[in-house]
């Protein structure tokens, strides 16, 4: 697997990477200048990395620091993206270990408890160090987003019950303004056994809650000094959220459910989130049904995917070839697929257990309005 970009800090270039060729930059557009402008062609967004249009939307394999720094400021409508959260679980050498099952940070199966598991990054085990190391990575990361982001453009990112708190925290100190959190419900794998080396004797101690949620940061790039969501959306077409289809707000919490595997089966990324729950972040992220979406840490495409399902534009960044080369072939097959509703994928498939399936059951007691409607 070749990395378009390495790095030592988050965010820091090493030697080896393939850059791309010095060009000059693109014309700054200045935020009122750019109100009645339609959105750029997205191949302006390719600069010069190796890059493809899909349907109406574009993947680019760059390093997504290099990339958001690069671009036109105030030029992306929202971001929607699912970041490294131990920022080296997707380093090269530990996608190797992941690979050939020596772990590194990355939990390899069978585990303890009784409990087989697929490969998880060990987020407990980040050490205070590299707890800094993620806040920078957040925090730098964040003033790109900024510089990116149209004014009151949205960002939803995805996180975990670990680490959410830090990681809100250094992307309002890079800039964002935090705007609450959208939980996703679904079981996540995480946490419920019994305490390590002492399971029986400690039979009835769980050493964390079982996970039932995603937690997801909704952030928004400040709308500028006294200006109002009206003015944002006449400006910017940004600054507010889409309503659902039945004219619904959007609502904070999801219901959701683990990817499945006919998503799994086109795209074998360990990280890799449901179209059932993308495809509802991507229409809300434009409150008026127009722009431009990017999502940086790509991974196999599943936001692009969504947004070309529901008819959105949206820019794909990512830095390992092999991920990129994935998404080509995945986007349009995600794309294309029609989707069930929540609870009738996760019933349908065929390897779900008894227990998987009771996040949908005890759902029942969660507002209508709040279960899933699929137009898409
Ligand atoms: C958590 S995964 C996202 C997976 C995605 N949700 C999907 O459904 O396929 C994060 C991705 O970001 C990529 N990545 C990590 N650092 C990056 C960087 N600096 N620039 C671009 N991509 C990066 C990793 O290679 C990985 O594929």
């Not at 930059?25 to 899909?54: K, M, T, V």
């Not at 349907?55 to 990339?67: L, N």
């Amino acid at each position: 697997m070749t990395a378009a970009r390495k790095t030592t800090a988050p965010g820091r270039p090493v030697a080896g990477r393939p850059s791309r060729q010095k060009r000059s930059q693109p014309q700054l557009l200045a935020a009122s200048a750019q109100a009645e402008q339609p959105p750029l062609p997205l191949a302006q967004f390719a600069l010069d990395y190796r890059s493809e249009g899909i349907g109406q939307s574009r993947i680019v394999h760059a390093d997504c620091f290099e990339w958001l720094g690069s671009i036109p400021e105030s030029s992306l409508h929202a971001i929607i993206t699912d970041p490294p959260y131990g920022v080296k679980e997707y380093d090269f050498d530990q996608i190797e270990k992941r690979a050939n099952g020596n772990g590194g940070i990355w939990r390899i199966p069978p585990s303890f408890d009784g409990h087989i598991r697929a490969p998880l990054p060990r987020f407990t085990a980040l050490n205070d160090k590299e707890r800094a190391t993620l806040r920078r990575f957040f925090v730098e990361w964040a003033r790109l987003a900024v510089h990116a982001l149209r004014p009151g453009g949205h960002l939803f990112i995805a996180s975990n019950a670990f680490l959410s708190q830090l990681v809100f925290s250094a992307l309002v100190e890079g800039g964002l303004e935090f705007r609450g959190e959208l939980i996703r419900l679904v079981r996540t794998l995480r946490g419920g056994d019994r305490p390590k080396n002492a399971e029986d004797e400690f039979p009835d101690v769980c050493s964390l809650p079982r996970g039932c949620y995603e937690p997801w940061g909704i952030l928004r790039k400040p709308l500028p000094p006294k200006m109002t969501v009206s003015e944002c959306l006449r400006e910017f077409q940004t600054g507010g959220l889409r309503r659902r289809p039945d004219g619904l707000p959007f609502s904070d919490v999801l219901l959701s459910e683990r990817t499945p595997r006919r998503e799994r089966q086109i795209a074998n990324h360990p990280s890799l989130k449901p179209q059932s729950f993308l495809r509802q972040i991507v229409h809300a992220a434009l409150p008026l049904g127009q722009g431009i979406i990017a999502d940086p840490f790509m991974g196999s495409g599943s936001t692009v995917a969504a947004a070309e399902a529901i008819g959105a534009q949206c820019i794909g960044v990512e830095r390992f070839a092999d991920y990129y080369e994935m998404s080509r072939v995945a986007i349009p097959q995600l794309a294309a697929l029609k989707l069930r509703s929540v609870q009738q994928a996760s019933a349908d498939e065929s390897n779900v257990k008894a227990e998987d399936y009771q996040i949908s059951a005890s759902t029942e007691n969660i507002p209508r309005q709040l279960n899933l409607l699929l137009p898409w």
